[in-house]
Every structure is written in structure tokens, then in C-alpha cells.
């Protein structure tokens, strides 16, 4: 059976090592419904072609065909209103952490009111750094064995990707009574930039110094992940910087 909603959601792997799990979340994704596979500066350069990628899609090679390979996570997220890190590593800083049902929770409010989702998943090794999570609206959780929490990467987004389709197919995504328009919100990568504006705007006026900036910029970063800035709201804050700017 067919995911209305699959359109909307992008799976985005970050920094992949292993082509084999390149393939196995090609199969996972198509198994469950889904096709809209990126990858974000693999450490193999068209990594979706090797052979143990190819093998291990098993049928799944046409999603890795029309998988989309860039050095920008920027731009996997772009247009995006929810933006989920999958990751269990706790962080003094970043973006609210909720827990998976949560996250499935906003991702079906989100594509009921046509938006785009994307899920993001770190390399292997390391998972999500602090700059991936930058560009995340919340950092997201599994419930796992807390004496032993970790996920093979293709284990996680089947996961995911199998209780998402368990939700659409319930028709979960079709109850509007909490309906929200989300419409209007900034995407994470609108969010960095206009971050990037004032980081230059507080340097001009003194407020930050690049030599000793501390903890500043991070702590902006999490204020305004938890605040789900809307465009206008960029727009205003990006001339709050412009002004600052000016008296350089």
C-alpha cells in the first residue's frame, strides 16, 4: 500500500562511511514506503554506486539511483519545517530533545498541514555533531536499552521509517483536531544564516569578541531552536543585525 505522505518526508545520512549502509537504508526506506534518500558529504564520493552499496539495497538500487549526493546538510534541509537529528548522545547546548513517539507526533502534524520533514542521521562512528544539530529544530531519541543504546545506522531508520508508516497507515496524520498551520515557520538553514548575521552584527558592536567568544553564539543557537522562529521573525532579526552592522 501506498504513503500519501512519503513525498514529504527526506532522509537525510550525514557523513556516511560504509557503502553497505548506504544500500541496507535504500532497502529499509523502499521496503517501507519511502524513496527520498540524500547524502551529505559521504566519506566516499558516489558512494549510492559501489558495489556493496548496490548489493546490500537488494531490489532497492533504483532509490539509490535517484538518491541525492551534496556537501551541503544546508541544503538537504532547506524548505523544511521540522527537521529531526536522530541521536541519544546528550548535549549541554542545541535544540530540544523530545523522545521518538513525540517526534512522530510533530512529523504527522507537520505533512497533514503539507509540510516538508527531513530526518537526519550522523556518520556511524561519531553520530550527529553539534554543527549537524545546528541545523535541526529538535534532537531526537529512540528508547533503547540504556546500558546499551546503540543502533546500527540501517537499524535506526528502520525503525523510524516502520512506525512512521504504521502511523500514516493508522490514519493518524488525518486527525486535524490539533491542526496548526506550520506553514510559516523558518527553515533550520534560514536560521543558521540569520545566525551568522548577528555573530558579524555583535563582533561589530563589541558585544561578542572572536577571540573569546565563550559560550555566546551557542546559547543563541538554543534560544532560538526553541523559540520555531517564523520567516517574518528572520526577517526582523536580520535587521536588528543589519543595523548593528552599520555602526561597524
Known sequence: MEIDQAHLIRWV?????????????????????????????????????????????????????????????????????????????????GPPAIDW???????????????????????????????HLSLCTHRVWLEANPDYPSLNLAQALMVCAYTLREAFLAGISQDSSNSRDLSD???????????????????????????NPKKLMPRLEALFARSRLHQEEIDLLRGIAKQMLLRK
Not at 20 to 28: F, H, L, M, P, T
Not at 39 to 47: A, E, F, R
Not at 53 to 78: F, H, N, P, R, W
Open 185 to 211: 515557520y523558518a527553515d533550520p538553514a534560514a536560521v543558521a544564516a540569520m545566525l551568522e548575521h548577528w555573530r558579524q552584527g555583535l563582533e561589530a558592536i563589541g558585544y561578542l569578541d572572536p577571540a
Open 13 to 93: 545520512l550525514v557523513e556516511t562511511s560504509h557503502p553497505g549502509n548506504v544500500g541496507s537504508a535504500a532497502r529499509a526506506l523502499k521496503t517501507m514506503g519511502f524513496h527520498d534518500l540524500h547524502l551529505i558529504k559521504p566519506k566516499i564520493p558516489g558512494i549510492a554506486n559501489q558495489a556493496e552499496a548496490i548489493a546490500l539495497a537488494s531490489g532497492a538500487a533504483d532509490l539509490l539511483e535517484s538518491s541525492q549526493e551534496s556537501d551541503s546538510l544546508d541544503s538537504a534541509v532547506q524548505g523544511c519545517s521540522l527537521v529531526l537529528g536522530l541521536t541519544s548522545r546528550e548535549r549541554e547546548f
Open 101 to 131: 513517539e513525540t517526534a512522530r507526533g510533530l512529523i504527522t502534524e507537520t505533512v497533514r498541514n503539507e509540510g516538508q520533514v527531513a530526518l537526519v542521521f550522523g556518520p556511524e562512528r561519531t553520530g550527529l555533531e553539534n554543527h
